[in-house]
């Protein structure tokens, strides 16, 4: 169950109206990394969790505070465009900076959502539930909530270099100071889960049953081998249950694949055609 409180988490009032960077200021709305993403992809990871417990609290505590994030951001998209100018565009149009403020504007504002927010980011791209993951396995999950909330404390920051509005700083400098603290939770919730499962995804599949000889072997698979100079290449593994080793020159372990030819009526190119160019090409090129 959920209630409504009137009141918004921070404040959400710039200086001055600006559409512009209302059009920029949807990114963080409705964007990839935006706060419709975060708040559904928490919901729906703590929806699934099969129990009741901490990380279940975690993510609908979480979950809850980036839909207090989405209104107030829609508060402050459409208090910036507040005066936009959509009447008489041509009119308007003659002034230079109203000229500058309209050719960047999302028209979408003014015809769509009638000044206000829209569930799109900073180009007009609906958002999608693509954006969203909730896989069931909580270290998969608070991974990718890491990651998001990386990602979206970037852009925020960004936002914050692109204005000179004091309001507008001023709940970005909110939105910034949260992103750090989910920063942090997950890093948190993600160490605890690995010191119980270690540090690979599923913990459950039998290790038996994968190519063990290539557990923790880097490949090089590009010109030079600066890569061998990483961690990652040498010593034990992450997870304390291998030795890491590198191979410059890694050999295929397949055979070349020859397919059987298709039914006739799928009317491929008949394989007699395909050998007999075969012949033909350059001894490289085979």
């Known amino acids: 169950m959920f209630y409504h409180v009137k009141e918004l988490q921070y404040h959400a009032k710039p200086e001055r109206p600006d559409p512009l960077f209302a059009k920029k200021l949807q ?3 409705g964007g990839q990394f935006g706060e419709i993403s975060v708040a559904l992809q928490y919901m729906f990871q703590g929806f699934n969790v099969r129990g009741n417990g901490k990380y279940k609290d975690l993510l609908m505590d979480t979950g809850a505070e980036e839909l207090a994030h989405i209104e107030m ?3 402050m998209i459409a208090r910036l465009l507040d ?5 008489d565009l041509e009119t308007a149009a003659q002034d230079p900076i109203v000229g500058a403020i ?11 959502s009638g ?7 900073s180009v007009g791209n609906k958002w999608k539930a693509d954006y969203i993951i909730a896989s069931g396995n909580l270290l998969a999950d608070f991974r990718a909530n890491l990651n998001a909330e990386s990602q979206g404390r970037l852009q ?27 920063q942090n939770q997950w890093y948190a919730a993600i160490q605890e889960l690995e010191s119980k499962e270690n540090i690979v995804v599923p913990s459950t599949f039998p290790k038996e049953l994968e190519k063990r000889e290539v557990s923790y072997t880097l490949f090089n698979y590009s010109r030079g081998n600066k890569s061998a100079e990483g961690r990652w290449a040498n010593g034990v593994s992450m997870d304390g249950l291998g030795t890491f080793n590198y191979v410059e020159y890694p050999f295929p372990f397949g055979d070349k694949p020859v397919l059987n030819p298709a039914p006739h009526y799928i009317h491929d190119t008949l394989p007699s055609v395909l050998k007999s160019q075969t012949q033909h090409m350059p001894p490289n090129l085979c």
């Open 27 to 29: 990114e963080i709305l």
């Open 73 to 75: 951001l829609a508060t």
């Open 83 to 87: 005066g936009a100018p959509v009447g």
């Open 102 to 112: 309209l050719g960047g504007m999302n028209p979408q504002h003014a015809i769509v």
């Open 115 to 121: 000044l206000g927010a829209i569930p799109a980011d």
């Open 156 to 182: 925020a920051v960004r936002l914050y270099e692109s204005t000179t509005d004091a309001g507008v700083k001023d709940m970005l400098s909110w939105l910034i100071a949260r992103d750090t603290m989910h």
